[in-house]
């Protein structure tokens, strides 16, 4: 089945330690996004990519930090310098045509201790 | 992007219809209306999406008003599984380059009722 996923579901980690959240996609989607969501809040973009070996910050890109070496991958690393780590988040991919929807993985959830 | 605003929550008896607001005042001309929902700890979900006119597909229907300044999302039958936060968005359509990424707002908590 086509489809995104996310690894890990949940996460725990200390304070000062890096996190690499994985995304993965085989709907063959040119854009991938990732957003951030705290409780009772909405979604805010973290970084997107619209084409390998390229990407561009979103509104909350400060203290993380991406990479797009495939088609398909599109990693999240919170970095140290993230000041409130804890939080769900969320990765999602769609086709570059004028109205393509979103497709959402199930997201990851981080705790940092 | 226009700005939207929904009311925060609303409930609905299972099997009657659910209608959710959506007011767009600022929704410039080529701005297509999105509609997504989110089940609690899960990623959203795409509904339906239209640019004047009414659509509907098996999940839902969407109804713009003629000014497109307000739009309506209804849930024919709702049922126990349709309590989720829903989310709508209005956007251009991508042109290539530039900016990218929907903005997802609070939404509306739909809470549907036995």
């Known amino acids: 089945d086509g489809g995104i996923t996310q690894s890990p579901k949940y996460l725990f980690r200390k304070e000062g330690q890096n996190v690499t959240l994985s995304c993965e996609q085989n709907l063959n989607h040119d854009a991938m996004y990732w957003y951030r969501q705290d409780p009772g809040q909405g979604l805010r973009l973290i970084y997107y990519s619209q084409i390998v070996n390229d990407f561009q910050k979103g509104d909350i890109a400060e203290g993380y930090s991406v990479s797009r070496e495939k088609k398909e991958s599109f990693p999240l690393t919170v970095t140290s310098a993230q000041k409130n780590p804890t939080a769900f988040y969320l990765c999602?991919?769609?086709?570059?045509?004028?109205?393509?929807?979103?497709?959402f993985g199930e997201g990851s959830r981080l705790t940092v201790l | 992007d226009a700005k939207t605003t929904q009311p925060p929550s609303m409930d609905c008896a299972e099997g009657r219809a659910a209608n959710l607001p959506c007011n767009h005042s600022t929704i410039s001309g080529n701005e297509y209306v999105y509609w997504y929902r989110q089940i609690h700890s899960q990623g959203p979900q795409y509904i339906i999406h239209g640019l004047k006119n009414n659509e509907t597909n098996e999940m839902a229907s969407l109804i713009i008003t003629e000014d497109r300044k307000s739009s309506t999302l209804i849930l024919p039958h709702a049922t126990l599984r349709d309590t989720a936060v829903y989310y709508c968005i209005v956007r251009v359509p991508y042109s290539g380059g530039g900016a990218d990424g929907l903005t997802f707002g609070k939404g509306t908590h739909l809470i549907i009722q036995p």
């Open positions: 999602a991919s769609r086709d570059l045509g004028e109205t393509g929807e979103l497709f």
